[in-house]
């Protein structure tokens, strides 16, 4: 039944190459509006349509295509990669750790119905697809310190569960039908775009609030070390593995971090360039999650077969968020 997709590999008819027109769902998320920004400097404005189902602001409009699209509404996913001559998709939509807990039938429909229409179409039109997993697919019964690549998973939110779900069906259809299926578990991801609902903004919350106000409640205890990235280095990791030859990929999931950090190691980096700024401690349900939580990402595989490097540790991270922080949100 293996049938190599043909358009993963973006061949005119000429035989030369061209590049792949790229479709991004959940595209006005904390990832999808910078990744269309690297893939668009590599491939063309026009060549990545970015889509999601609410408000675009005026700078995502800027830059190329943005259209509706609801991951929940298969026909009209068709006619945009038929209309488009999609080649490669990345799936962006979903409900992060924290916010799927207060809704679980909602995470249900997009976290797993939407990725079973994403997942059907690539399928059908043999294109990439990239849909994102996380350290929220371990679970209690994981090794936490390092959590390698294969082990025990068994999380305990609906997030996770949705996120070990992807990575099977995705692996399975690989097997089955040949799908180019490429997944990279990613760590809290840190920007200075907001994320929306998961368990590691308070990494991000700190940089908004600390700077702004001078105080920040953290919601995690002080000693909660978790895996993290800065999102540069994210955004390079996913260009990375989406361009990796096929023969060099030992398996479609793979780890891949930067640094492990606790919320109080973060903030004495923070007050280097906040000296007064003031923290305190009012730990919620997000503990609870948390500690189920790799705290120490093994991302060896990724760094052994395709060559990922992190740039980002700390102390730089820390820089660049009060930079672009300061800049844009002052
Ligand atoms: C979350 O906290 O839910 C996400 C994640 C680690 O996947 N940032």
Known sequence: NYEKPDSAKCVNTNNTVKPPRILITGGLGQLGTECAKLLRRNYGNENVILTDIIKP???????????????????????????????????????????????????????????????????????????????????????????????VQRPRTIYGVS????????EYYHHRFGLDFRCLRF??????????????DYAVAVFHEGLLNKRYECYLEPHTRLPMIYIEDCLSALFQFLNTPDELLRRRVYNVTAMSFTPEELFSELFKHIPDLKITYKPDKRQY?????????????????WG???????????????????????
């Open 57 to 151: 602001t005026k700078e995502s409009l800027e830059n190329g295509p943005f259209i509706f699209a609801d991951i929940l509404d298969f026909k009209g996913l068709q006619k945009i990669v038929v209309d488009y001559r999609i080649d490669w998709l990345i799936h962006f939509s979903a409900l992060l750790s924290a916010v799927g807990e207060q809704n679980v039938p909602l995470a249900v429909r997009v976290n797993i119905e939407g990725m079973h229409n994403v997942i059907e179409l690539a399928k059908q039109y043999k294109l990439r697809i990239f849909i994102p997993s996380t350290i929220g697919a371990f679970g209690p019964d994981s090794p936490r310190n390092p959590t390698p690549n294969i082990t």
């Open 163 to 170: 996120k070990v779900h992807a990575e099977l069906l995705g």
């Open 187 to 200: 760590p809290g991801v840190i920007s200075c775009d907001p994320p929306g609902g998961g368990t590691t």
């Open 289 to 305: 999650i948390a500690e189920n939580w790799p705290q120490v990402f093994d991302d060896s595989e990724a760094r052994r077969d």
């Open 308 to 330: 990922w490097r992190h740039k980002y540790d700390l102390e730089r991270l820390v820089k660049s968020m009060v930079r672009d922080v300061s800049i844009n949100f002052l």
